[in-house]
Nanobody, 121 residues
Framework: QVQLVESGGGLVQAGGSLRLSCAASGGFFKINTMGWYRQAPGKQRELVATITSGSTTNYADSVKGRFTISRDNAKNTVYLQMNSLNPEDTAVYYC???????????????WGQGTQVTVSS
């Protein structure tokens, strides 16, 4: 069973920082691209950042220069360092991973349960 578990969310004042972690566990052959998405109340889920297995990164324009995505392949973990947070960053943040269960199978997208990030003004 593949499972993604996020941690690190919480309440922070504007201008503060948080570090989110997402660890993948269970039986799988390979993790390809991993990413972070967020969904604010009443809004559609949006891409925050992605990182490939080779550590190539991509960021939404709204978080460039403030957020940093990274991964530790040995630990099957992806991180999101969030600096200079503002109230517009308030959302539930979801971890995503494109996982190959076996060498002969196709990849599937897996999602974490989400972690709440609240930024107060």
């Amino acid at each position: 069973q593949v499972q993604l578990v996020e941690s690190g969310g919480g309440l922070v004042q504007a201008g503060g920082s948080l570090r989110l972690s997402c660890a993948a566990s269970g039986g799988f052959f390979k993790i390809n691209t991993m990413g972070w998405y967020r969904q604010a109340p009443g809004k559609q889920r949006e891409l925050v950042a992605t990182i490939t297995s080779g550590s190539t990164t991509n960021y939404a324009d709204s978080v460039k220069g403030r957020f940093t995505i990274s991964r530790d392949n040995a630990k099957n973990t992806v991180y999101l360092q969030m600096n200079s947070l503002n109230p517009e960053d308030t959302a539930v943040y979801y971890c995503n991973a494109d996982i190959l269960r076996s060498s002969w199978a196709r990849t599937y997208a897996y999602w974490g349960q989400g972690t709440q990030v609240t930024v107060s003004s």
